[in-house]
């Protein structure tokens, strides 16, 4: 059984709060306040009133004042309030009206209307009240989904790159380490003019999440090259090359077996395929040069390179931070983007603890 409805009346006239109780009585629940500040306090009490009553002469504070208090109140604002009053002037009815009240009635009262504009008025909210917890429910139901798509991207790209980082382990924590030199780079230039709109939080966090797939492509390359504790021949260079294009058409696979071009896997081809191109275009496999280089691909190889150059190999003992940074600094303009090697300056620090935290 439904619970009924709650009224709160509030006259100070003790004849027409009896009048009211019992012309609501038989269909209501009702509250009775023979004064704006005891109205109040039942409109903030638990259970809320679902409909208020309100008469405007009262002494202390009159129904306009009740109105306006209990609309300023995020705890009553809602409840739909209606004017029940001897005022009956235009100005008046537009005076409750402006303050929020959802209908204005006028004494003496005709208990076919009362009663019909109450039913409507609790009709109407209850209808209000359904769609504001659909809404709700619908909010969270994409906020749940948006959070299980973001995780199966997250575990997706971590599963991909973890295919790589097992064919050679030796790089330890390496692709941790550049996701978050990744991440800071885009970050220091996101706050320059000229690359603002191209480095918005959105696209800074589809980097971060696609930054460990840059070497993705080194799961197609043979073990003897991949392996080998020592510098490559030409030959065995020319191969290792390649792992730029696998690593283009692993993610390019994938994409096609969904069917669809998967829009946060874009920037995952752009680091896999051109992290390699160098700012005077030397680089490989494209040999592009400047802007013609993804902004992408420019972060990721100053990232790989530091971290390489502060591992350990099997060829090499680990670099200092500041060893690095000179092999870094002497590469600007050349190897590396300008703009970029400005930020890695700007954020050393920052360079530093990352190396500590994710050490191997």
């Known amino acids: 059984m439904n619970t009924p409805a709650t009224i709160l009346v509030v006259d100070d006239t003790p004849e027409n709060l009896a009048l009211m109780h019992a012309l609501l009585r038989d269909s209501y629940r009702v509250k009775v306040a023979n004064h704006g500040l005891r109205a109040l306090e ?3 009490a638990e259970p809320a009133p679902d409909l208020i009553l309100l008469d405007i002469m009262m ?3 009159d129904g306009y004042e009740v109105c306006r208090r209990l609309k300023a109140n995020p705890q009553t604002r809602e409840i739909p309030v209606l004017f029940l009053t001897a005022k009956s002037e235009e100005t008046d009815e537009e005076a409750g009206l402006a303050l ?3 209908d204005y009635l006028t004494k003496p009262i005709k208990p076919a209307i009362v009663l019909a504009r109450i039913k409507t008025h609790l009709q109407l909210r209850a209808a209000a009240l359904f769609l504001a917890d659909r809404n709700r429910y619908l909010e969270e139901e994409v906020h749940r989904r948006t959070l299980e798509v973001q995780a199966i991207q997250d575990v997706t790209i ?7 980082e097992t064919r050679d382990n030796e790089t330890g924590n390496h692709i941790r380490r550049t996701q978050h030199y990744v991440k800071v780079l885009a970050e220091a230039l996101s706050r320059q003019p000229a690359y603002a ?8 966090g589809l980097l971060f999440k696609s930054a460990p797939l840059h070497d993705i492509g080194k799961v197609g390359i043979p073990d003897a090259v991949l392996l080998k504790p020592g510098p490559f021949d030409s030959d065995e260079m020319t191969i290792m090359k390649t792992h730029t294009r696998l690593g283009l058409e692993a993610i390019e696979h994938a994409e096609r077996q969904l069917g669809m071009e998967v ?10 395929y051109s992290h390699q191109e160098k ?4 680089g490989y496999p494209e040999g592009l040069s400047g802007e013609a280089i993804p902004l992408s691909a420019r972060l990721m190889a100053l990232a790989d390179v530091y971290d390489a150059l502060i591992s350990r190999r099997v060829y090499k003992p680990p670099f200092s931070h500041e060893q690095a940074k000179e092999i870094i600094c002497n590469g600007r303009g050349s190897h590396f983007d300008p703009a970029v090697v400005d930020a890695f300056l700007a954020q050393e620090e920052r360079f530093i603890e990352i190396a500590r935290t994710f050490s191997d």
């Open 279 to 282: 700012w005077d275009g030397s």
């Open 263 to 272: 829009d946060f896997l874009r920037h995952a081809k752009e680091i896999a």
């Open 197 to 204: 709109h191209r480095l918005d939080e959105k696209t800074i």
């Open 42 to 44: 039942l409109a903030a």
């Open 158 to 164: 971590l599963a991909m790159a973890s295919l790589a």
């Open 59 to 61: 002494p202390e504070i």
């Open 100 to 102: 929020g009240a959802v």
